[in-house]
């Protein structure tokens, strides 16, 4: 899945440290990610996070997508920061699953906090 994900690949974002349930995905903030305030746009963190959540619902082997997505961003990323999204399954349940993850800066100021849940797929399906 992640040999496949164009968009994550395109921002340079790098997903390590995958175990059952867990992930660690990084991405540097560059110039072309900055909004009109001067700090990361917000949907560039999000997608960070949900390459690492990605990441962790599908470590078990199954197909898994997301069902639900919310975040909380908590401070601002700036240029050339180096972001890294810590994801951890907290539930599975069935076909589902809830995980969070955290985004953190250099020094461990936490950026953003999000939750997802997942859905695994009949079969594999994708669609």
Known sequence: MLAADAASSALGIEVS?????RAVARMRVTGRMINGHGVCH???VFL???????AACNSHG???VAA???ITFVAAARHGDVLTAAAAER???GRSGIYDVTVTRPG???VAEFRGGSRALP???GG
């Open 123 to 125: 079969n594999g399906l």
């Open 108 to 110: 461990g100021g936490v």
């Open 68 to 70: 639900t997505a919310d």
């Open 48 to 54: 960070l996070a949900d390459t690492a959540f990605a």
């Open 91 to 93: 539930v599975r349940y």
């Open 17 to 21: 440290d995958i175990g059952p349930g």
């Open 62 to 64: 199954v197909t898994a």
């Open 42 to 44: 917000g949907g560039y």
